[in-house]
């Protein structure tokens, strides 16, 4: 969905790097989310944020910080990248809507870490 | 949330319905059923979302019978492009959503 879009696609680093993935959104929506995938695994949720001024950690935030530059930009960060960081990482943002919450995805960033 | 249950894969060949049954014995009264397709390499994206009885769209059939206490998910005449991995999701306006292992449907030409 071009309404969520991630950079980079793809991201290789060696461990003990400080890397920033990026996700920028124009559905104007004011929640945000951080997530990522292993192979064969569900999501799971590192850092979520409700509007610029909030953000709260997910299951899995150890290793990673985040920033809400603006209602349409949400950065996850990667203080000192470890290979068991590698993974897909995904954006997404959401409509509270009428009843359940509906999220919407970026494409992915693929972070391989050495 | 409600805990989910969803067989892991399923294979099917191209033209045929697809049916793809989801437990949730706990569902709660203020619960939806929510149902998200994603392909390699994507991120997931909602499909289908409903309360009770029959939701169609575009895409999918969800049916609920009267107790909710499980729901199927139908995908009309498949082909080669609806291969994918596709998850059950139940809750109310939930933003902690829980994503497990999904079901991989793989169709065949």
């Known amino acids: 969905d071009a309404d969520v879009t991630q950079t980079p696609r793809n991201r290789i680093t060696k461990t003990g790097k400080r890397i920033m993935l990026e996700c920028s959104q124009t559905?104007?929506?004011?929640?945000m989310y951080w997530y990522r995938q292993d192979p064969g695994l569900g999501l799971r949720l590192i850092y979520y944020s409700f509007d610029v001024k909030d953000i709260n950690k997910g299951e899995i935030s150890d290793g990673y910080s985040v920033s809400r530059q603006a209602q349409a930009k949400f950065s996850l960060s990667l203080e000192s990248a470890i290979p068991n960081q590698t993974a897909l990482y995904f954006c997404?943002?959401?409509?509270?809507?009428?009843?359940?919450?509906?999220?919407?995805f970026g494409p992915g960033t693929r972070l391989l870490v050495l | 949330l409600a805990k989910t249950t969803q067989p892991i894969s399923m294979d099917s060949y191209e033209g045929q319905e697809v049916n793809i049954t989801c437990s949730h014995n706990?569902?709660?009264?203020?619960?939806?059923i929510t149902w998200y397709q994603q392909f390699p390499s994507q991120g997931p994206r909602f499909i289908i979302q409903g309360y009770k009885t029959k939701v169609t769209n575009e895409v999918a059939s969800l049916f609920i019978p009267a107790d909710r206490k499980s729901s199927t998910l139908s995908l009309p005449r498949v082909s080669l492009s609806d291969t994918a991995v596709y998850y059950c999701?139940?809750?109310?306006?939930?933003?902690?959503?829980?994503f497990g292992a999904g079901t991989t449907v793989t169709v065949r030409a």
């Open positions: 999701l139940v809750g109310a306006n939930d933003y902690k959503l829980s």
């Open positions: 706990n569902i709660a009264t203020n619960d939806y």
């Open positions: 559905k104007g929506h004011d929640r």
């Open positions: 997404a943002t959401s409509d509270l809507g009428q009843h359940q919450e509906t999220q919407y």
